[in-house]
Structures are given as C-alpha cells and as structure tokens.
C-alpha cells in the first residue's frame, strides 16, 4: 500500500509559482500518481496524472523523478481563485481501493 | 459545471428515518463511487461499482445501502443512522476504475439530528 505524504498547509502570494510536494516512498511499479483539488463543500476535481518525468497540461505541471518515490504538482501564477486543499493519489490497477484513497491534502492558501 | 449530479443538496433527517441520497453521471461513464467526508477527515472512499457490479465496500455498516440499477445511476439508501454519519456524502464517476480521473458530484450534506 502505497502511502502519501504531504505537507499540512502552505501559504502564497498571487502571481507566484506553488511547488507541492507528496512523499511516496514505497510506490510500486504499476502506480500511477494523481492529484486532486478540492474547495470547501465541493467535490475534488481532477488536475493531472502522471508515470514518470514530467506531465504538463493546461493547469499544472507535474514532476516525477527517476526514483518515482515523490512528485512534486507545480501550479504557475496562483490566484486567489486557487486556494484550496490539494490531494496527493498512488495507486494501480490491482489495489483500485489505493488509487481511491484520499489522504489529509496540503491546504494552500493564495494571499492578495 | 459538472456532469455528475446529486439530489438532494441538503437533507436532514432523524435517526429513524428513511431516506435515499441519488448520484447521476451524464458522462457515459462504467464506475461510480459513494465517499463520506466528515468535518476535518479526508474523504472515506465507501462503495465502488463497476458496471453494475459492486467491487469496493470498505467496511461500511449496513445501514448505508448502495444500490446501482445501471450505470448511469447510484443510489445510496439510509437507514437508523447515527448523527455521527452527518457528513458530506460524495459521489463520483470514471470511465473505468483505473486509472481514469474521477468526475464528482456537489455533494449532499446530510445532518442526522
């Protein structure tokens, strides 16, 4: 069982670029890492997906090194708008409850 | 905008009542999903269904009753709950379990009074 961690809270200025790091140190070789975001009294929403290197699209970057055992989700120029808690997945097609599993999130706060 | 939705949004109920939360997906996806997020917990992930077929219940008490008449449809039927049930009940979608993104719904807030 892969587990997931990451930083409780971080706090941002509008413009700046926000790095969050999620620990994943027994990862297997089928998982795939996925992030999430959340705003309060609503559902997650998706944000990307990734294997390995880098995953780009529209809303964020995600990084993977070679070792696999962290990955960081780079969200450039925050907004206000981007506060939220953010949710770090591992899992795979064997262990569906893993991959389905929400741990605590890192709660990133966007300041004026 | 979302192509999951829920009904209700709101529900109150007492603990000898009976009632039915309802999940919707208009994304012609196979998996549907039942979590509970408590005030301060990270979201339970409760039931799983693909294609029909239930293939995750992660120890729910019996009295949440998941049923998914097809997959378009998720119900999850209440009964004799406890106030510590009141929660944020969530329900997603994905095209199958893995390893699509899930789509989620608002939410129902439940309050067991």
């Known amino acids: 069982l892969a587990k997931t961690t990451q930083p409780i809270s971080m706090d941002s200025y509008e413009g700046q670029e926000v790095n969050i790091t999620c620990s994943h140190n027994?990862?297997?070789?089928?998982?795939?890492i996925t992030w999430y975001q959340q705003f309060p009294s609503q559902g997650p929403r998706f944000i990307i997906q990734?294997?390995?290197t880098k995953v780009t699209n529209e809303v964020a970057s995600l990084f993977i090194p070679a070792d696999r055992k962290s990955s960081t989700l780079s969200l450039p120029r925050v907004s206000l708008s981007d506060t939220a808690v953010y949710y770090c997945?591992?899992?795979?097609?064997?262990?569906?409850?893993?991959?389905?599993?929400f741990g605590g999130g890192t709660r990133l706060m966007v300041k004026p | 905008e979302t192509g999951v939705t829920q009904t209700p949004r709101h529900l109150v109920m007492g603990m000898t009542n009976k009632k039915s939360l309802k999940c919707e997906q208009h994304?012609?996806?196979?998996?549907m999903y039942w979590y509970k997020q408590s005030a301060k917990k990270p979201l339970e992930l409760m039931f799983v269904?693909?294609?029909?077929?239930?293939?995750e219940n992660n120890s729910v008490p019996s009295r949440f009753s998941p049923e998914c008449p097809n997959s378009s449809h998720l119900f999850l039927h209440l009964h004799t709950l406890q106030p510590e049930d009141s929660a944020l009940y969530l329900c997603?979608?994905?095209?199958?379990?893995?390893?699509?993104?899930?789509?989620f719904g608002p939410g129902t807030r439940l309050t067991v009074t």
């Open positions: 269904y693909n294609f029909k077929e239930q293939t």
């Open positions: 997603a979608s994905s095209r199958n379990t893995f390893p699509y993104e899930q789509y």
């Open positions: 990734g294997y390995k």
């Open positions: 997945l591992v899992g795979d097609s064997e262990n569906a409850g893993n991959m389905l599993t």
């Open positions: 027994n990862i297997a070789t089928n998982d795939y």
């Open positions: 994304l012609g996806h196979n998996a």
